[in-house]
């Protein structure tokens, strides 16, 4: 079947500027996260949903980002006045949900964010 | 709160050799840890995962780990490495009764024909 899907694959805005990235997770999966993958790191996490809510976003690190996901389905991270600092790969995942932590996360191949 | 170290961002393996990717991690409560590969251009791919089960654990493409309590440390080997593993891998936790996952910085693989 279809794995998660990630648009647009690349984006370039200049600073100050507003985006959106959106996310499609498998089928039938309730739990979705958002991470972030600077050069040379590994991913952050960002924010993680289990259906419609937002169960934990800890890791958005300020008020300029934002995410939602209204159906339980696709998911969109927005950020607000694009910084240059926020330049980095955008991933989501998702798993099936109701397991917590230890299910098996399936990743999309992720959006790059340049700000210019 | 938790971290995850992966000691060497860059490891070189001849084909045919031991490969071996080190990760310690740090967690107050028993931890869920797990090594995912990303191969150039394509998303993060589940390698293996330790849930509190056997502690050998053994995953795809011929690679395994063992958690090691009391050395805090899950590291990641594969008896003889092949061309097609050269990718970067990253070690990462997460808690019982959590949803975060923290990942290391990264190992790439390098194998030497």
């Known amino acids: 079947g279809a794995g998660v899907s990630q648009t647009p694959s690349n984006k370039v805005t200049e600073k100050g500027k507003y985006v959106e990235l959106r996310c499609d997770p498998i089928?039938?999966?309730?739990?979705l996260y958002w991470y972030r993958q600077s050069l040379g790191q590994g991913p952050e996490f960002l924010i993680y949903?289990?259906?419609?809510?937002?169960?934990?976003d800890s890791g958005l690190p300020n008020d300029r980002f934002f995410a939602v996901r209204p159906e339980g389905s696709v998911s969109t991270l927005k950020i607000q006045r694009t910084e240059r600092g926020d330049s980095a790969v955008y991933l989501c995942a998702s798993s099936l949900g109701g397991g917590g932590a230890e299910e098996t996360q399936y990743f999309g191949p992720g959006t790059r964010l340049l700000v210019l | 709160a938790q971290s995850v170290t992966q000691l060497g961002s860059h490891v070189s393996v001849s084909e045919g050799a031991l490969v071996l990717l080190r990760c310690n991690y740090s967690s107050s409560v028993p931890p869920y840890l797990f090594w995912y590969v990303q191969y150039p251009n394509q998303g993060l791919q589940l390698l293996l995962k330790?849930?509190?089960?056997?502690?050998l654990v053994k995953g795809i493409n011929g690679f395994e780990a063992e958690f090691k309590k009391s050395e805090t440390s899950f590291h990641l080997t594969k008896p003889s490495a092949h061309m097609s593993d050269a990718a970067e891998y990253f070690c990462a936790v997460s808690k019982t009764g959590g949803f975060k996952t923290i990942f290391g910085a990264g190992t790439r693989l390098f194998v030497k024909a």
């Open positions: 330790y849930t509190s089960a056997a502690t």
């Open positions: 089928s039938g999966h309730t739990a």
């Open positions: 949903f289990q259906g419609t809510g937002a169960a934990d």
